[in-house]
């Protein structure tokens, strides 16, 4: 079975940084693409960053376009998202998805598998 697991989140200021983990399992090949969407109270689920990591190919909402930036370590099994210079508006629970296929799409229906979240929080 796909398995996801997102780790990492927390308090922290305005203009702070965070790391996030997802090690994933289960996958049946080694084509797939991993992501990070967020959901804040009382809004939709959206994109954030996803990655091919067969291929390493990055994509990213325009939002944290220059502050956030994803990476895979394909021995480990595992995407990280580091976020930095963080605002008050990126507070949500961020959920780890993953998809068969290296499409790397922010288009959230497009993923099949999805981990628990883990809460970031932004004070200003």
């Known amino acids: 079975d796909v398995q996801l697991q997102a780790s990492g989140g927390g308090l922290v200021q305005a203009g702070g940084s965070l790391r996030l983990s997802c090690v994933y399992s289960?996958?049946?090949?080694?084509?797939?693409?991993i992501g990070w969407f967020r959901q804040a109270p009382g809004k939709e689920r959206e994109g954030v960053s996803v990655?091919?990591?067969?291929?390493?190919?990055?994509n990213y909402a325009d939002s944290v376009k220059g502050r956030f930036t994803i990476s895979s370590d394909n021995a480990k099994n595992t995407v990280y998202l580091q976020m930095n210079n963080l605002k008050p508006e990126d507070t949500a629970v961020y959920h780890c998805?993953?998809?068969?296929?290296?499409?790397?799409?922010?288009?959230?229906?497009?993923?099949?598998?999805w981990g628990q979240g883990t809460q970031v929080t932004v004070s200003s």
């Open positions: 990655i091919s990591v067969s291929d390493g190919k990055t």
């Open positions: 998805a993953g998809q068969v296929g290296s499409y790397y799409t922010l288009v959230r229906e497009w993923y099949g598998y």
């Open positions: 289960g996958f049946p090949t080694a084509y797939n693409t």
